[in-house]
């Protein structure tokens, strides 16, 4: 996994906890900074790359490990 | 770009019919959009402060899946039972927990922090003698014409 700045861990958590909790991190950084997301909801694999789309956060990788998802993305 | 708007109707006051508002609403805010929620008749209730009077009903809602498929033999009215209400209401808070389902409490909170708007609707406030310092804070109270104020513009409107 590439580097990141600021790690969320939203594990357990459902629709549309993940998303949510990841704008707020967002928010918190500068443009340029990259956000690692790490999800456990099967959904979140759409749900991120369809909130990248929308809000211009670039979605840089999106993988499956250890059973867990994977997500970096870049502040617009 | 222009920002969307999304206008949402909420009229449902159960635990399970509170969700669909603020799950879209903080979701849509997530996105970018501009949204505002019209509180009416029952969907009133899910600005009191206290959401613990919220329940959920298998009785007249056969879609409502229950603990080992009981719904599929169990007669409509043993749903009707006293009790009954309060089991399915307590199993399902149960099971939103377990599956990490946030709580209604939690998106209400995270759609205000995202600057989703709520309106409450003065004519049922008024008809159920409802106080609104029962409601949390940040509520504005206002009618019909208010609501089309935002809707007519917005890009999604929805009703619950």
Redesign the interface.
């Known amino acids: 996994m590439a580097d990141f700045d600021e790690e969320l861990d939203a594990s357990g958590l459902n629709c549309p906890l993940p998303i949510l909790r990841a704008k707020k991190a967002l928010a918190g950084l500068d443009a340029g900074k990259v956000l690692h997301i790490i999800a456990t909801d099967p959904g979140s694999v759409k749900d991120f790359e369809a909130f990248s789309k929308q809000t211009g956060n670039e979605l840089l990788e999106s993988k499956e490990e250890g059973g867990k998802f994977h997500f970096l993305i870049k502040k617009a | 770009m222009e920002q969307k708007k999304l206008a949402i109707i909420a009229t449902k006051g159960s635990l399970d019919w509170g969700y669909p508002p603020f799950?879209l609403g903080?979701?849509a805010a997530?996105?970018?959009y501009d949204v505002e929620i019209f509180f009416t008749f029952y969907g009133l209730q899910l600005l009191k402060k206290n959401l613990d009077h919220l329940r959920v009903t298998p009785l007249g809602n056969p879609g409502m899946p229950m603990p080992g498929g009981m719904e599929k033999w169990m007669p409509v009215l043993v749903t009707a039972l006293p009790g009954m209400e309060a089991m399915m209401t307590s199993m399902m808070k149960k099971q939103m927990k377990e599956?990490?389902?946030?709580s209604l409490e939690e998106?209400r909170e995270?759609s205000q922090?995202?600057e989703v708007r709520f309106i409450a609707c003065n004519m049922t406030v008024e008809l159920f003698d409802m106080q609104p310092s029962d409601f949390i804070d940040g509520i504005e109270l206002a009618g019909a014409a208010r609501f089309f104020e935002f809707a007519g513009d917005a890009d999604i409107c929805m009703y619950m």
């Open positions: 799950i903080s979701t997530a996105l970018g599956k990490g389902v946030a998106l995270l922090e995202a």
